[in-house]
């Protein structure tokens, strides 16, 4: 397939147009672009950034059959690619002179993207971070669900929305969204527009946390949930998280997704008993250009 075939853009609103429609067809294994183009849409470009966001699709016999998008930080992310499209993206990129400072999609599309932008370019590659993708089946409550009930957070909750935000973060080594946290962009985190419900025990005290994305194609992504270390083992993240899943559910979500750690096996247990069924595997892998030598 040749790389021409690869049409670039840096209009959002012409890229959906054509690209839309693919966008939807698969809502649950397109999740993250689906979010991240929206909040691009509707915000529009960060005016403290000098690049920026450069989308692509691939089209064979007038159809899209894939897409790319690279944000104003450098990450790029990719809908699933044969390794023959990987690599002709890479050729084209290459030549246009992008610098990419990791890519991530699913486990194949992934791989096969950073093998051939490391001979391409000689930028090591290197895997931070795995996950498992969920989509939910039939929503399974437990048969027995802790004290308490769900609360959706309001602005009165927003310090501790943050705070449990920063911990989660900490825990899994997501050290980007701390940075924002830290210097006060909330709303340029990646939680900034989620909507938020807490689980609280019977005295009215929050234990547990899950937020929710806004529909976007039919889709809804569960994340984060986070209890903090102290109140773990009772049952509060799968009250919460079937809440969330629920409350998906009555707003007309068709699918309803949620990532993983794949080194989690407590979480992984937890959702397939309330019904989500693993769809995918993402991979991202960072890279690093070396410095050109004395001349």
């Not at 839309?20 to 993250?32: E, I, K, M, Q, W």
Request: charged share 20%; with cysteine.
């Amino acid at each position: 397939m040749l790389p021409d075939d690869w049409q670039l853009t840096e209009d959002v609103d012409d890229f959906l147009a054509r690209a839309g429609d693919f966008l939807r067809s698969r809502p649950a294994l397109h999740n993250t672009p689906l979010t991240d183009i929206e909040k691009l849409r509707t915000r529009g470009a960060d005016a403290h950034s000098a690049e920026t966001t450069v989308f692509g699709r691939l089209e064979s016999a007038g159809e899209v059959r894939a897409i790319f998008y690279r944000t104003p930080l450098g990450r790029l992310c990719l809908t699933p690619l044969s390794a023959e499209q990987a690599g002709a993206l890479a050729a084209r990129l290459a030549g246009l002179g992008h610098s990419p400072s990791n890519v991530i999609a699913d486990h194949d599309t992934a791989t096969a993207f950073a093998e051939t932008w490391q001979r391409r370019t000689g930028a090591a590659s290197v895997p931070f971070w795995r996950t498992h993708l969920y989509r939910l089946g039939k929503l399974t409550p437990p048969q027995t669900r802790p004290e308490g009930r769900g609360r959706i957070a309001s602005e009165q909750d927003h310090e501790q929305v943050v705070c449990w935000c920063r911990e989660f973060c900490v825990e899994v080594g997501e050290q980007p969204s701390i940075d924002l946290i830290d210097s006060g962009s909330w709303a340029d985190s990646r939680f900034g527009d989620r909507h938020f419900t807490f689980w609280e025990t019977s005295h009215g005290a929050p234990a547990s946390m899950a937020a929710a994305t806004s529909i976007v194609g039919g889709m809804v992504r569960v994340d984060p949930v986070y209890t903090p270390t102290h109140l773990r083992g009772h049952g509060y993240a799968g009250a919460v998280t079937v809440e969330v899943s629920r409350a998906a559910l009555a707003a007309g979500a068709t699918d309803v997704v949620l990532f993983t750690d794949p080194a989690n096996p407590t979480s992984n247990a937890l959702y397939q008993r309330l019904g989500y069924v693993h769809v995918a595997d993402f991979t991202g892998y960072r890279f690093s250009y070396g410095a050109p030598e004395a001349g």
